[in-house]
């Protein structure tokens, strides 16, 4: 049962455009989550994340958009740049000792 | 301050085999968790380690196992190599159990069952 599906599996933006990438959760008891950022040959690297407190939170270009009722959240890089090329993985856990429960990544590329 | 170390980077055994992987926390850093990473299941946690005792662990077979040394350091371990256990193997270290904010990933192991 896979509890945070995570879509689209690839995207391609142009530079200078905005990416979405979207995450659905099950688990109502889930409260924190984060995304991470994947470049080829690396471990994942925490981006930015939210608690369910806040609808929004804003990192530089990064934007976390946070809706408790649909149980949804999602990122939006603005201004997309060719170095913002990665694997987005968006998590989510219901903190305690309890360990992060990942979405299947997405592949995203801005091309030029 | 040096991140997650793990050794070795890659790895080519045949099924049937054992393999050990090793990952160095970041100093200060007492919990270290596991994560396999195939491209069909993305992300999935193995286990986590603190104090050298074993908190959690997550839905894989017992070929799977680890410990953590009293440096934190930490091995895992997988017996009886299927095929299907090519991945890459990430170890994160964190401050302690479930401080995500602080959990930062190694660069992984890359194991190929042939």
Request: aromatic share 12%; hydrophobic share 30%.
């Amino acid at each position: 049962q896979q509890q945070v599906k995570q879509s689209p599996q690839s995207l391609i933006v142009q530079k200078g455009g905005i990416s979405i990438i979207n995450c659905a959760y099950e688990n109502t008891a889930f409260d924190y989550f984060p995304w991470y950022q994947q470049f080829p040959g690396k471990g994942p690297a925490l981006l930015i994340a939210i608690r369910p407190d806040v609808s929004e939170k804003k990192e530089g270009r990064f934007t976390i958009s946070f809706n408790k009722s649909a149980k949804q959240f999602s990122l939006h890089i603005m201004d997309s740049q060719p170095g913002d090329s990665a694997t987005y993985f968006c998590a989510a856990t219901k903190g305690g000792n309890t360990p992060l429960v990942f979405g299947k990544g997405t592949r995203l590329s801005v091309i030029a | 301050k040096a991140g997650v170390t793990q050794t070795p980077r890659y790895l080519i055994k045949t099924r049937g085999q054992q393999v050990t992987l090793s990952c160095s926390p970041i100093s200060g850093h007492r919990s270290v968790s596991w994560y396999q990473q195939t491209p069909g299941q993305g992300l999935q946690f193995l286990f986590e380690y603190f104090s050298e005792t074993q908190r959690n662990k997550g839905n894989f077979p017992g070929r799977f196992s680890g410990r953590q040394f009293s440096n934190s350091r930490s091995e895992m371990n997988v017996s009886t190599l299927e095929l299907g256990d090519s991945a890459l193997y990430l170890c994160a270290s964190s401050l302690f159990p479930g401080n995500q904010e602080t959990q930062y990933f190694g660069p992984g192991t890359r194991l190929l069952v042939l």
